[in-house]
């Protein structure tokens, strides 16, 4: 197996560990105890809520063919399974509206946009309406409710459906949010910006997602190699003013 064959199938693998985490995490939590006083119930949520944010990265991955570029098949595959456990997303309709982000980053025809209103939770809740559907809360409904004669109620609301939510805010904050609001630098044809550099919070905030200019500038690069990037986007920058 080459070098290129071995980093191809490197994505596929990372996105199926994300989800036999995700689902082992959840079967563990929907079991456990709840003590409201101790730190591990609140600690399991935010792990809990860590996955789900993982589903959607590799979802998000795999709609820029990044989770196994040989086999796009498979690879969309992966993104539908991922946006499905992530409170039942449909990837067909994720697919087109984040290109037509990608091409219009930060305009009136960007859907993750604002709508002229920069207010933190006026924009979320317009970004909410151009992807929450009616058939995903009828949906996540019905099952909470087959579930709730398996497993309790309050574990299932604690720990399947407060993490998500969680979840969608940190995407949003982290991959929105942040990296799209306010005024932006003359010649950012990309219209976005990053977290500054820190690997280790740019992880566990949002994979990575935070180093949004870079992800803009480099699509094609899956979520697990964007330090990389924004290693080198910074020792660039450096170069160039220390040389001015």
Same mark, same amino acid.
């Given at each position: 197996?080459?070098?290129?064959?071995?980093?191809?199938?490197?994505?596929?693998?990372?996105?199926?560990?994300?989800?036999?985490? =995700? %689902?082992?995490?959840?079967?563990?939590?929907?079991?456990?105890?709840?003590?409201? #006083?101790?730190? =591990?119930?609140?600690?399991?949520?935010?792990?809990?809520?860590?996955?789900?944010?993982?589903?959607?990265?590799?979802?998000? /991955?795999?709609?820029?063919?990044?989770?196994?570029?040989?086999?796009?098949?498979?690879?969309?595959?992966?993104?539908?399974?991922?946006?499905?456990?992530?409170? %039942?997303?449909?990837?067909?309709?994720?697919?087109?509206?984040?290109?037509?982000?990608?091409?219009? #980053?930060?305009?009136?025809?960007?859907? /993750?946009?604002?709508?002229?209103?920069?207010? %933190? =939770?006026?924009? *979320?809740?317009? *970004?909410?309406?151009?992807?929450?559907?009616? =058939?995903?809360?009828?949906?996540?409904?019905?099952?909470?409710?087959?579930?709730? %004669?398996?497993?309790?109620?309050?574990?299932?609301?604690?720990?399947?459906?407060?993490?998500?939510l969680l979840s969608t805010l940190q995407l949003f904050y982290f991959g929105t949010y942040l990296p799209h609001h306010g005024h932006h630098e003359e010649g950012n044809s990309h219209r976005a910006r990053s977290q500054k550099r820190?690997?280790?919070?740019?992880?566990?905030?949002?994979?990575? *997602?935070?180093?949004?200019?870079?992800?803009? /500038?480099?699509?094609?690069?899956?979520?697990?190699?964007?330090?990389?990037?924004?290693?080198?986007?910074?020792?660039?920058? /450096?170069?160039?003013?220390?040389?001015?």
């Amino acid at each position: 197996m080459t070098q290129n064959s071995q980093l191809s199938y490197k994505g596929v693998w990372i996105g199926l560990t994300i989800i036999v985490l =995700w %689902f082992a995490l959840l079967v563990f939590n929907i079991r456990y105890e709840v003590n409201y #006083a101790s730190i =591990w119930t609140y600690i399991l949520i935010l792990l809990q809520a860590h996955l789900y944010t993982g589903l959607f990265i590799t979802a998000h /991955d795999a709609m820029h063919r990044t989770v196994l570029p040989q086999n796009l098949k498979v690879n969309h595959f992966v993104g539908k399974i991922c946006a499905f456990l992530f409170m %039942f997303n449909d990837y067909s309709k994720l697919y087109p509206k984040h290109h037509e982000h990608h091409r219009h #980053a930060g305009t009136e025809h960007d859907p /993750d946009f604002h709508k002229g209103n920069e207010n %933190f =939770w006026v924009w *979320f809740f317009n *970004f909410a309406k151009e992807y929450v559907t009616l =058939w995903q809360m009828i949906a996540a409904t019905i099952t909470l409710n087959v579930l709730r %004669f398996v497993f309790p109620l309050e574990n299932l609301l604690l720990f399947w459906i407060v993490p998500s939510l969680l979840s969608t805010l940190q995407l949003f904050y982290f991959g929105t949010y942040l990296p799209h609001h306010g005024h932006h630098e003359e010649g950012n044809s990309h219209r976005a910006r990053s977290q500054k550099r820190n690997h280790l919070l740019a992880f566990f905030s949002c994979y990575f *997602f935070g180093y949004h200019y870079e992800h803009h /500038d480099s699509p094609w690069t899956p979520w697990w190699a964007l330090w990389k990037k924004k290693a080198a986007y910074d020792k660039t920058l /450096d170069h160039i003013k220390v040389h001015k």
